[in-house]
């Protein structure tokens, strides 16, 4: 079955870097949209970045020129590296997978059907 895996959270002081990865498996990795989204306590969670099965991307307005998302397929691992990181950055990081093929990649949850454990990011001011 698909299988996400995140890893590479931890805490770091503000403008700082982190990179994110995400291991997948149980599918053809390079086939699937797949997606980076955050979620704080009580909130629902938000995308911040996607790629498609076209190689196309979007970010979150709050996170462009700052976060890039990539993928390796040969690795079949999904990374999001994050620079110049704000505390309001902080938050828990899920990577999210869909089979469904769409021109543009989708930023919102509902539209990803494979969801990892998650992976925290703390930055402190």
Not at 24 to 33: E, I, Q, V
Not at 107 to 118: I, R, S, V
């Amino acid at each position: 079955q698909v299988q996400l895996v995140e890893s590479g959270g931890g805490s770091v002081q503000a403008g700082g870097s982190l990179r994110l990865s995400c291991a997948a498996s149980g599918y053809t990795f390079s086939t699937y949209s797949m997606g980076w989204f955050l979620q704080t306590p009580g909130k629902e969670r938000e995308g911040v970045a996607a790629i498609n099965h076209n190689g196309n991307v979007r970010y979150a307005d709050s996170v462009k020129g700052r976060f890039t998302i990539s993928q390796h397929n040969a690795k079949n691992t999904l990374y999001l590296q994050m620079n110049s990181l704000k505390p309001e950055d902080t938050a828990m990081y899920y990577c999210a997978a869909t089979s469904t093929a769409t021109m543009f990649p989708s930023l919102l949850a509902w539209t990803y059907t494979h969801w990892g454990q998650g992976t925290q990011v703390t930055v402190s001011s």
